[in-house]
């Protein structure tokens, strides 16, 4: 049995995806470093399923989500396996907690990813403080709190649209569950559910830093209390805090990272692209053929990251036509990636971790974003952020090989590329401070250690 006695013990709840596992592991560990015994519970088949890299002392332990064999691709449909999960989820987390109860380290707070809104009711059955942690921007997270409260109606039949906080927004700018009506239901009313029970939340945290969206935050304060705890940044690319921190520490997938570092040493500070679509993404066989021919037809060098599922959908002898020219592999550490001199553009399709890593880590971008909050986070990198473009859609809606090439060129060579470059530089400067001793993030942990370790 364990014996060492720590200032309190959180359970982290991620969704289990992981772009909602990497920010509330990284969280986590900020909390370990505080004193604090942090579990991470993963679904039983993401657990079997993760390579595991971390040293810190993080624990690690299991729910199970009903599809213990194959997670999310066994379930029929995304709403069965949301029922599935509520159901069997409630009842295995409740589980965890009880096993812990009578340690020397009982849980005394749940951390839930809003995706999960059942965790609530399960810490609050056991009288345990309740945190919801957005693991998407406040802008984001704001509009879809306007629309399940009903502040914004829907469909939307008029643009502009004006949400206190935000930019003036067009319908393209919206979260696609919004812009493209009836796109993906069961996930678009996961996103509205966030706000089902996050008012009965002891305490909210969101994976953001005041600077980067002052006006929304303050906007969103009105109504919840918000405590910014971003950039989730493993420490050694921001404040070097944290011994060994230098990486998130789960991977779904093995990296080819010898091969991918031996090469981009050999090229030229910053003459390589980097284009990388995330975990999820699944591009049709049109644009990823326009992608790939986008590459080839540019004078950089390109680094690729293409899922063995997505292979297939490459130019035949694509591969082997680049030469040295580009280098596609199955899967890469993107944070190595995107702290490589070499690297001097990141084509990205906007997801949240890898807009805010780029922003961190000083990469201008050219955003390609394909759903969900993508496409906001593509307004604010190319208005707001100013550090990057956002390739514009065709009729057909395929971004073209000759768009991407063109705002490709924009951030490598043209005029605007200079204040892109000087724009990052600040946003880099900026994430490193939130995440320095007596910064934003170190406040804003304390506070919220101090709400269920006095209570």
């Given at each position: 049995m364990e014996n060492k006695a720590y200032r309190g013990h959180v359970l982290a709840l991620p969704y289990p995806s992981q772009g909602h596992i990497n920010p509330l592991l990284q969280f986590s560990k900020r909390l370990v470093s505080k004193?604090?015994?942090?579990?991470?519970?993963?679904?039983?088949?993401?657990?079997?399923?993760?390579?595991?890299?971390?040293s810190s002392s993080l624990q690690f332990d299991t729910i199970s989500d009903g599809y213990d064999e194959g997670g999310f691709a066994q379930a029929e449909s995304i709403h069965a396996y949301l029922n599935r999960m509520e159901t069997i989820g409630s009842k295995t987390l409740a589980d965890l907690i009880i096993k812990n109860k009578n340690t020397a380290n009982p849980i005394d707070c749940i951390i839930y990813d809003p995706f999960l809104p059942w965790a609530l009711e399960v810490a609050k059955k056991f009288g345990i403080f309740g945190a919801a942690f957005f693991t998407q921007t406040c802008a984001v997270n704001f509009i879809y709190y306007h629309v399940h409260y009903g502040l914004l109606k829907l469909p939307i039949t008029s643009t502009p649209i004006s949400i206190p906080g935000l930019p003036v927004l067009d319908l393209e700018d919206m979260p696609s569950f919004i812009g493209v009506p009836g796109s993906y239901p069961a996930y678009f009313e996961m996103a509205l559910n966030q706000f089902s029970s996050s008012d009965k939340a002891d305490v909210v945290l969101?994976?953001?830093?005041?600077?980067?969206?002052?006006?929304?935050?303050?906007?969103?304060?009105?109504?919840?209390?918000?405590?910014?705890?971003?950039?989730?940044?493993?420490?050694?690319?921001?404040?070097?805090?944290?011994?060994?921190?230098?990486?998130?520490?789960?991977?779904?997938?093995?990296?080819?990272?010898?091969?991918?570092?031996?090469?981009?040493?050999?090229?030229?500070?910053?003459?390589?692209?980097?284009?990388?679509?995330?975990?999820?993404?699944?591009?049709?066989?049109?644009?990823?053929?326009?992608?790939?021919?986008?590459?080839?037809?540019?004078?950089?060098?390109?680094?690729?990251?293409?899922?063995?599922?997505?292979?297939?959908?490459?130019?035949?002898?694509?591969?082997?036509?680049?030469?040295?020219?580009?280098?596609?592999?199955?899967?890469?550490?993107?944070?190595?990636?995107?702290?490589?001199?070499?690297?001097?553009c990141f084509l990205t399709y906007c997801g949240w971790n890898s807009t805010l890593e780029a922003l961190s880590l000083e990469v201008p971008m050219v955003g390609v974003p394909q759903w969900t909050d993508q496409t906001t986070n593509a307004k604010y990198v190319q208005d707001v952020w100013n550090v990057g473009v956002r390739a514009k859609?065709?009729?057909?809606?395929?971004?073209?090989?000759?768009?991407?090439?063109?705002?490709?060129?924009?951030?490598?060579?043209?005029?605007?590329?200079?204040?892109?470059?000087?724009?990052?530089?600040?946003?880099?400067?900026?994430?490193?401070?939130?995440?320095?001793?007596?910064?934003?993030?170190?406040?804003?942990?304390?506070?919220?250690?101090s709400k269920f370790i006095n209570s």
């Open positions: 004193g604090l015994k942090a579990t991470l519970a993963t679904t039983l088949y993401i657990h079997n399923t993760m390579q595991s890299q971390s969101v994976n953001t830093f005041y600077e980067l969206e002052p006006e929304v935050v303050d906007s969103m304060s009105k109504v919840c209390r918000l405590l910014r705890i971003g950039p989730t940044i493993p420490s050694f690319y921001l404040d070097k805090r944290l011994e060994n921190d230098n990486d998130y520490g789960l991977n779904l997938f093995i990296s080819n990272s010898p091969i991918c570092n031996n090469w981009l040493n050999t090229k030229p500070e910053g003459s390589v692209i980097y284009a990388s679509f995330g975990s999820m993404a699944s591009l049709s066989n049109k644009q990823m053929e326009e992608l790939a021919f986008s590459l080839k037809g540019s004078k950089f060098h390109f680094l690729c990251v293409v899922k063995a599922s997505e292979e297939a959908k490459l130019p035949e002898k694509f591969v082997e036509e680049i030469g040295n020219k580009g280098l596609v592999v199955q899967w890469y550490s993107q944070l190595e990636v995107l702290s490589n001199k070499a690297i001097g859609v065709c009729e057909n809606d395929i971004v073209e090989r000759e768009e991407i090439e063109f705002c490709i060129k924009e951030v490598m060579e043209g005029e605007r590329g200079k204040y892109f470059i000087e724009n990052a530089k600040k946003w880099r400067d900026l994430a490193i401070k939130a995440g320095s001793e007596a910064g934003s993030l170190d406040k804003y942990i304390d506070e919220f250690v």
